[in-house]
């Protein structure tokens, strides 16, 4: 049994310990410093504060029965797509787990529950960034009804150049 519930800013010890967990096995490859200041900048908790009190941020823990983090996702609805028409929007701005989960149905969930989230804001478009070299979560994405919308080149300091490449996806809700 999962469920899924909202991060609550009480939580934010919590949520900064399940961002580490389910970061850096994953992403740490893309960073000359292994993922360090990047983590540093998007785990701190002065920025995990700004989200959790911003109304448009929307963090949720994903648990398993015995209680324990399975992983997180993180929406950021009224989230136009950048340089497209598409303004009624949101942002899947962050969905991970740990690597005990993968492979359990857990994300294929938190996506269900991403798409149920946007249709209940009565939004059109559901998107994503997603790495180009992370063959594994754009085919997860493919299945999950994702299209690739465009490709931009990252310039984050620290970041290899062979991983600058990241793509942005849109989902249509209204299919």
Do not use: C
Not at 72 to 96: G, H, M, Q, R
Not at 141 to 147: H, L, P, T
């Amino acid at each position: 049994m999962l469920w899924i519930e909202r991060v609550l800013p009480q939580d934010i010890l919590t949520l900064q310990r399940v961002v580490e967990e389910t970061y850096l096995p994953y992403f740490r490859y893309l960073w000359h410093d292994e993922g360090a200041a990047y983590l540093a900048y998007i785990n701190n908790v002065e920025v995990l504060e700004q989200h959790l009190a911003n109304p448009r941020h929307h963090y949720y823990f994903a648990r398993l029965e015995d209680g324990s983090i399975a992983g997180y996702l993180k929406l950021i609805f009224e989230a136009p797509i950048p340089d497209t028409p598409f303004s009624n929007a949101v942002s899947l701005d962050k969905i991970y787990l740990t690597e005990a989960a993968k492979g359990k149905g857990i994300g294929k969930s938190l996506m269900e529950f991403a798409d149920q989230q946007a249709q209940l804001a009565k939004v059109e478009y559901l998107w994503l960034r997603v790495m180009d070299s992370n063959a594994y979560n754009l085919d997860f994405y493919v299945k999950n009804g994702y299209k690739l919308l465009y490709k931009r080149w990252l310039e984050l300091t620290n970041i290899k150049e062979q991983y600058r490449g990241i793509f942005t996806m849109i989902k249509f809700l209204q299919d």
